[in-house]
C-alpha cells in the first residue's frame, strides 16, 4: 500500500512516453495543474497528453516485407498488452472525468488478470508440455514469457505513476481521499477498529503452517496477508496466512462518504488481535493469479455439461502463473510462498502501488456528478414508446435496427422475448444464451413462455469463459421449467446471438428474427456498443430455423440464403468479397472496405487484405482490441489503416462495409453479426451474419462508420511498426463535431433524432 501523505498542493499536468526506454511521468511545458477544465483544452494543450504505445513487433520501422514473410504478423499477446496501454491512457487523459479516470485504472488491472489467465496461463502450459513456438510465431514458450514480462513491467510501471503521481493527487485535490493507517487520528482509528471487529474480524481464518498444518489453499485473485510469527520466548519463527474477505466493499467509509481506508490496510494493522500473545515479526500482502486456459473438450466428450463442470474443478486449483508482491518483500517470507506455490521468481511482479486496483470502483461509483461522465439515458426508438408498444407488428411493417447503448436495450431486445412469451398466438421461442446477466429478464420470460404452453428451446453455452457456473445455473433454471436446453455442438462454441420467434397468423406461420452484435446481457447493454437487427424475412427466418437445427439436432447443413454461417459459410462469403474488391478495383475508382469488429488476427484474411492494398483497394478496419495485420507497411499495406476507438463505451459492434465497385456507398454490401476476424471465430465457433438490405437501415450504418472514420478524440491509428498514437487533429477547428468522439456525436445525434421524431 501507499503509505506517503500526499500534498493537496496542485501538481503539473503530466504527458508520458511509452517509447522511452525508461518511461516517465514529466510536467507539460506550460506547468499547468491537474485540476484544469479539459473541456476548453485547446489542440496544442491535448498534444501534450499524446501516447505512442511501444513497439507491438520489435521492428522499430520495418522495411520490405513480402506475403511469405512472417513479419507480416505483429504478435498477439503484446498487441493485445498495447491495447491495454491504450485503455490506460484514459486514466492518464485529463479530459476523463476524474472518477472515471479511476474506473479505468480499476479496468486495465482487470484487463491483465485476464491476460495472465488465459495468455500467460496457455503459454506457460505450452512450456509444461515441452511444446515449441507455433506456427509464424518467432520465439518458442520460454522466450515469449520473457518479452512479454518486460511488456507487463512496463505498463504496470505506467500504471502505477499514472496512480500516484497523477490520479491520486488529483483526487486529494477534489477533497477525496484514499488514506493509510497512519494518516488517521486517534478518534478515526478508534473508529475504524470498532468497525473492523463487527464486519471484518468474524470473517477471518488465520491459517498457521507447521508440520500439523499444510500451507493453506490459495483462491485465484484473492488477496492474502503472509505474517512471520514468533512465540514469546522462542527462536522458531512461523509462518501464517489470512486471507482478505471477498467482501462486496472492501473500503471502509470514515463517515463523510469522501475518505476511505482499504479493509486490507485495517487488517495489516490489527493482526495482534488475530495473533493474541505472538510476536508479529514481518508481513507481506500477497495477490495470486490462477491459470484459467484448460484443455476444450474433445469430440469424444460424453456428456458436455459433466466436462465444463470438471474443468471449472480444475480451474480452480490450476498452476499459479503470477504472484503480486508488495515493494521489497523480505526475501524468507517470499521464497517460502514461492516454494509452496512452486513457482520462480520470473512469476513475482512487485508494487509500492494497489495489490487490487478493483478498491477503487468503490470510489469511481461515487455520486459525485461533476467527476463522472453525464448520465446516458438509452432513447426508446420512434414508435416503440410506452409499454403497450407492439413490437411484433412493427417488424411486421419493416426491419429494424437498434444500436446499443444509444437505443434502449430493454425498449427492444428484453421486450422482443417478452412480448412473444406473452403472445397467445406465439407457438415457438428459440434463443442462443452466450453471457447474461445474474438478474437476467430472458430467463423469467422465456420460463413463462414454457409454462404457458409454448416450445422453447435455448442454446446455452457452457464454455463462455468465466460465465461457465452463471450459465450451468440458469441451464438448471430453464429445464426445470420444461424449456429444451442444449449446451452447444461438441467441438464448436455458440458464439451467435440470436432469436426466432414462430407465430401463428391469419395468414399462416409467420417467423420473426433478431440477430446481433451483443450478448443478451441487461447490464452490459448499457457499456457496450452493439449493433442489432430485427426482421420477418422470409429467406432469413428460414436460415435462422435451418441455424437452430444445427445448434440443437446436429444437422449438417452447409447453404443458406442470406445469413453468413461460421464454420460452413462466412469466412469464404468474406474472402470472396475482398477478392471482388480486388477485381473490380481500378486507379479511377479504386475498391473500398470498411469494417468494424473487436480483434484482427486470422491469418488468410489478413493476407488477402494485403493483397487487397496492393491492388489498391482502401481498406479501414476499426478494430479495438488487439490486431495482428501490420498497417501501412510500403509494398504491403500502405492502403491500410487500422484504427482503435477507446472511451466511455466499450466498442463491440461487428459491421462489414464492401463498395461492390457502387460508387452510391449505400448501394454496397453491409454486414453485421457476431464474428471477428479470428480464426477461432471463423473456424470454432458457431457465428451468424446477416446482411443489411433496407436503404435507410445502410444509412444508419453508413453513419456509424463515418463517425468513426471522423473521430479525432478517441481514435487511434496504427503505425507500420505496430505502436498507435492518438489521431493528429491539429488541422481541426476546436468546435468540429469530429474533435468530441465517436460516444458524444452518436449521443447527441440519436438524442436530437429522438426529440425531432417527437
Known sequence: MHRSVVSKSLIPCVRIDFNAKDATIQPDSQNRPLNWNPTTMTESEVSTQKVISR?????????????????????RDIQWLEFNRRVLFQAIDPRTPLLERLRFLAITARNLDEFFMKRIGGLKRRQQLGLGAQHLERLPPERQLEELRGVVLDLMKLQRLCFRDDVL??????????????????????NAKTWYRANIFPILTPLAVDPGHRFPFISNLSVSIGVMLRRAGESEELFARVKVPEVPCRLYDLGDGRRFVSVLELIEHNLDGLFPGMEILRILPFRVTRNADVEEESEDAEDLLEHIQQQLRERRFARVVRLEVASNPDPRVLKLILDELDIDEIDVYETDQLLDYGILDGIADLDIPEFRFQPWRPVVPRGLEGDSSDLLAAIRSGDLIVHMPYESFDATVERFVEQAAADPRVLCIKQTLYRT?????????LIKAAESGKQVAVLVELRARFDEARNIHWAGKLEDAGVHVAYGVVGLKTHTKTVLVVRQEASGIRCYAYIGTGNFNSKTAGLYEDVGLFTADPAITEDLVTLFNYMTGRSRQRSYNKLLIAPTTMKSTFLELIDREIMLSTPERPGRIICKMNQLEDREVTDSLYRASRAGVQVDCFVRGFCCLRAGVPGLSENIRIFSIIGRFLEHSRIFWFSGGREDPLEGDFFIGSADWMYRNLHNRVEAAVP???????????????????????????????????????????????????????????????????
Request: charged content about 30%; hydrophobic content about 35%.
Open 55 to 75: 513497439a507491438g513487433s520489435g521492428v522499430a520501422e520495418p522495411g520490405p516485407i513480402e506475403l511469405d514473410d512472417p513479419a507480416r504478423f505483429l504478435n
Open 169 to 190: 493527487p488529483a483526487v486529494v485535490e477534489a477533497g477525496i481521499e484514499l488514506l493509510v493507517w497512519d494518516q488517521l487520528t486517534e478518534d478515526e482509528r478508534e
Open 437 to 445: 446477466s445474474g438478474d437476467s429478464p430472458f430467463i423469467p420470460s
Open 692 to 758: 443489411v438490405e433496407h436503404r435507410s437501415l445502410r444509412a444508419r450504418l453508413w453513419e456509424i462508420l463515418q463517425i468513426c472514420l471522423g473521430d479525432h478524440r478517441q481514435a487511434w491509428e496504427m503505425r507500420s511498426d505496430g505502436t498507435y498514437s492518438l489521431r493528429e487533429s491539429s488541422h481541426l477547428d476546436p468546435d468540429d463535431p469530429r474533435m468530441d468522439g465517436t460516444h458524444a456525436q452518436l449521443m447527441r445525434l440519436t438524442r436530437e433524432r429522438s426529440e425531432s421524431d417527437g
